[in-house]
C-alpha cells in the first residue's frame, strides 16, 4: 500500500471507531462504584465520584481540563508521553492529593479493549507529566488520569482524551467473555459478575504452576488494583480491594476480592494489576454484565511492569 493510501485508510478507520463510541456513550448511563469499604473510604476515587459524572469520557469537569500534549505517536515506537491538568484559568495544576501512594494515577487502553497500560508518569515543576510509552498495536486509544486536585472541596476526578496511534490499523474483536487469565505463567481464577444496576462481588484468585499464590506483595497501597473499562464507549471505573495489607485482617493472597456495581448490559472488560516476586503484573477478562463469565482463556496482552 502506497503511504499517502494508508495514511488516509487509517485516518478513516480512526474516525469511524471514534464517530461510533461517542455515539454509544451518548445513550449508555454512567459507570458507578460502590461504597468502598471502610478501610478505603478515605481515599477511594470511586467513593468520592460518587457517580455524578462518566468516569473518563470527559475531558473537562468541574473547572479541570486535560491537555494532552502528545495526540499521536507510532505503534511499537517507544515514545515520551507529555500532559498537563489545568484549572479553569488555564494554569497548569501543580498540588495534588496523594493516592495509593501517587499524585495521578494514568491508564491507556486501546478502542479495542486489547491493550492496556497502568502508568505512573512524572510530574515537572511546571505542571507537565511525562512517561514513557509503547503501543504495539495502530489505532484509536483513549488515556484516562485519575487524581484529586489538593484545592479546598475537591473531589476526584477521572478524565479522558483520545489518543492516535498511527501505523497499519486492523480492527480486532473484543475477546471473548473467560473465567481463567494467564500471564507470565501465573493463572488468574474469577468468581462472580457484574449485574446492571445492583452490587456484586467479584473475587480473582491468584495461582503459579497449579499453587495457591499466598504471598502478594503490596502494590501502591493494596494487594490489587481492579480497573473496568465499558466497550463501546470506554467509560471508565476504578476500584479498589476490600481491606488494605497491614489491616489485620486482609491475607496477602491468593484471593482479592472488590464489589462493584454495572450501571447497565453490555461487555466491560476487567484489568487486575498484582505484584509478585517484585513484578507488576495484569490480568485481563470480558465480562457480560448480567453474567458470569465464561470459558477459560488466555488474557490478551498481559504483561509485567
Do not use: C
Amino acid at each position: 500500500m502506497h503511504t499517502g493510501l494508508k495514511i488516509t485508510a487509517f485516518a478513516a478507520a480512526l474516525a469511524a471507531t471514534f464517530g461510533t463510541a461517542y455515539g454509544i456513550g451518548q445513550g449508555l448511563d454512567p459507570v458507578v462504584a460502590d461504597r468502598a469499604p471502610e478501610s478505603h473510604a478515605s481515599s477511594s476515587p470511586a467513593r468520592e465520584r460518587g457517580g455524578d459524572a462518566v468516569g473518563g469520557l470527559r475531558i473537562s469537569e468541574r473547572g479541570y481540563t486535560l491537555d494532552l500534549r502528545t495526540p499521536r505517536v507510532a505503534a511499537g515506537q517507544p515514545a515520551d508521553l507529555r500532559f498537563t491538568v489545568r484549572d479553569t484559568s488555564g494554569r497548569p495544576v501543580t498540588e495534588f492529593r496523594r493516592e495509593h501512594d501517587k499524585e495521578l494515577h494514568l491508564i491507556v487502553a486501546s478502542r479495542d479493549l486489547r491493550t492496556y497500560r497502568h502508568l505512573h508518569p512524572v510530574r515537572a515543576a511546571d505542571g507537565t507529566w511525562s512517561t514513557p510509552v509503547e503501543l504495539p498495536h495502530a489505532g484509536g486509544y483513549r488515556v484516562f488520569a485519575d487524581f484529586t486536585p489538593e484545592a479546598e472541596g475537591a473531589r476526584n476526578l477521572t478524565l479522558g482524551a483520545d489518543l492516535a496511534v498511527s501505523g497499519s490499523y486492523h480492527p480486532q474483536k473484543l475477546p471473548r467473555a473467560a473465567a481463567t487469565a494467564r500471564v507470565d505463567g501465573y493463572e488468574v481464577e474469577l468468581t462472580g459478575g457484574l449485574r446492571p444496576g445492583r452490587s456484586s462481588e467479584l473475587r480473582l484468585t491468584v495461582s503459579r504452576d497449579g499453587a495457591p499464590v499466598t504471598d502478594l506483595e503490596p502494590h501502591l497501597g493494596a494487594y490489587g488494583h481492579l480497573v473496568a473499562l465499558r466497550s463501546g464507549d470506554l467509560a471508565y471505573l476504578h476500584v479498589h480491594p476490600h481491606g488494605e495489607p497491614g489491616d489485620g485482617t486482609t491475607p496477602s493472597g491468593p484471593e482479592v476480592s472488590f464489589t462493584a456495581t454495572a450501571p447497565s448490559g453490555g461487555s466491560y472488560r476487567l484489568f487486575l494489576d498484582f505484584k509478585h516476586d517484585g513484578v507488576v503484573r495484569t490480568a485481563a477478562f470480558t465480562v457480560p454484565a448480567g453474567q458470569s463469565a465464561g470459558a477459560p482463556e488466555h488474557a490478551e496482552d498481559g504483561h509485567g511492569h
